[in-house]
């Protein structure tokens, strides 16, 4: 045992939704008025910067030493990834990054931040949702390639899909199509690659449960975050209404299934506060509608520890 320990390699995977990570700049594409210094959230440089310190803070928190790789989703563009890895509170930690440039309105984006020592970039591209009839564009889904310290491949999946806004139930057809294009992603994989090591992750703003997941499931990805918990009260990765709610999600391929030593939700004491309404704790958020709190994030980050052979 204490061999294959040592011939091992440990491996920490983050995914965090960042909470609207914007810029302070007006992109004439975008709808992003909302976060300038006189925009609605009146977005000013203190709490620009005090946004990306604060993720810094978040991540460091979440392993030692740091994570290998980062899914990030709900970050604006190249200024804020690069300011988050080469200006922040994370500038000495070594990190690089690929992003989306997708089509959604807000211009939000997901990226993968990752360590060149832990995942050798071989690739990566976006692949861009089709929208369906009668609907906005939504965010690309990135995928990243790299070669790990154990010499093996992994593949990386990065997705947020589209919103419940409409409810649930009306606003199914997209988070399905949404899935439908990934699995079709992840089947063009195993089909160079049967054994291939894959983890999607990201932002669903689905269940475990839903019609989305399970179609995912078919395509021999299994839900390795769906009974995360923290350690300090958290239930869930989200809060809404005094319930604690899971629709950030990590899937694996069975060979890196084979390689989980765990998969928590990372609620460090500072990331949280006193739920007054609702009694126990939540998330600490930046902003609740348009008024500051000067919090992290809505929702808490997924992290997932393995050792590969």
Known sequence: MFLSLLLSTLLTFVELNCENLFDMRHDSLKNDMEFMPEGTYKWTPYRYWTKLNHIGQELIAQSEPLPDLVAMCEVENDTVMFDLTKRSLLREAGYEYVMTDSPDERGID?????????????????????????????????????????????????????????????????????AEQLAMAVDSVYALQPEAKIVVAGDFNDYA?????????????????????????????????????????????????????????????????????????????????????????DHLPLVARFSLK
């Open 110 to 178: 997901v990226a993968l931040m990752y360590q060149p020592a832990s995942f050798l970039l071989l690739y990566s591209h976006s692949i861009r949702i089709r929208p369906l009839p009668d609907t906005r564009p939504t965010r690309d889904i990135l995928y990243a390639k790299g070669v790990v310290r154990s010499d093996d491949t992994l593949h990386v999946f990065v997705v947020h899909a589209p919103s419940r806004r409409g409810g649930e139930e009306a606003s199914r057809p997209y988070r399905l199509h949404v």
């Open 209 to 297: 449960d839903s019609p989305a997941l399970k179609l995912l499931y078919q395509h021999r990805l299994s839900n390795i975050s769906a009974q995360a918990q923290g350690s300090n009260g958290a239930k869930g990765t989200y809060r809404w209404h005094g319930e604690w709610r899971s629709i950030d999600q990590m899937l694996v391929s069975p060979s890196l299934a084979e390689d989980l030593k765990s998969c928590v939700i990372g609620d460090q004491k500072f990331l949280l506060e006193d739920d007054e309404k609702y009694g126990g704790v939540k998330p600490w958020r930046t902003y609740l509608g348009p008024r500051y709190l000067g919090g992290f994030s």
